[in-house]
């Protein structure tokens, strides 16, 4: 069965640095997501992708967040200046249309130090 | 702001019993409900999705929906020790907005 897949599974990364997490959505999916869940916390959005463009961010995505489909395939969140508090699981998700089921990928998880 | 409320639980249930999971939503024009089962340290995990007023089975899972009373439940038959996980009940409102609004998830665990 296809699936998202994402890179790494797990980031360490000094306070400041620059982060680029990557994902390859499911082939023939067209809109893409990203999602962060705080440990403890439930899942939240963070911002979709259609058609080469942002079609929603939520507040968390400052302009510390960028989005990026570079390729046919990959889809990537980068961090500009990361801070303590993104430490956190960041899952990636795709969708065949914009409201059929999103499907998640196994999530990196980010820790900050 | 749009909330999906959830109990957090614990819900425990004995092996081969009924275990029910319930939901409530804030925006009255939500259009699409998803119920997704999550392992602890592991990622969501699509189990259901419901778009209209009803029950929708899929084998041992039942997605029931109400949009009048903004509620969504899932009923899980002939429970397993397996089904031990945290279910998460998300919800998009639809129109081009497509994010998922999710709860905070209901911990389920089923005893031997």
């Known amino acids: 069965e296809p699936e998202v897949t994402q890179t790494p599974s797990h980031q360490v990364t000094q306070m400041g640095q620059e982060v680029i997490l990557r994902c390859v959505p499911i082939s023939n999916h067209l809109y893409f997501y990203w999602y962060r869940q705080i440990l403890g916390q439930k899942v939240e959005f963070l911002v979709s992708?259609?058609?080469?463009?942002?079609?929603?961010k939520s507040e968390i995505f400052d302009d510390q967040f960028s989005v990026e489909r570079p390729d046919g395939s990959n889809f990537t969140l980068k961090i500009r200046s990361t801070k303590l508090e993104d430490s956190a699981m960041y899952f990636c998700?795709?969708?065949?249309?914009?409201?059929?089921?999103?499907?998640f990928g196994d999530g990196t998880r980010l820790s900050i130090l | 702001q749009k909330e999906v409320e959830q109990n957090s639980g614990p819900l425990s249930v004995p092996e081969g019993a009924i275990a029910s999971l319930n939901c409530t939503y804030s925006d009255r024009g939500s259009q699409s409900f998803f119920w997704y089962r999550q392992y602890s340290g592991k990622s969501p995990e699509l189990i259901m999705s419901?778009?209209?007023?009803g029950d929708k089975e899929d084998g041992r899972f039942t997605a029931q929906l109400n949009k009048a009373s903004q509620y969504v439940s899932l009923l899980i038959r002939d429970s397993q020790p397996s089904d031990s996980a945290t279910y998460l009940c998300a919800v998009s409102s639809g129109g081009s907005n497509y994010k998922l609004t999710f709860g905070k998830g209901t911990l389920l665990t089923v005893n031997p």
């Open positions: 419901i778009y209209s007023n």
């Open positions: 998700a795709s969708s065949a249309g914009g409201n059929q089921p999103q499907h």
């Open positions: 992708f259609y058609n080469n463009e942002i079609s929603e």
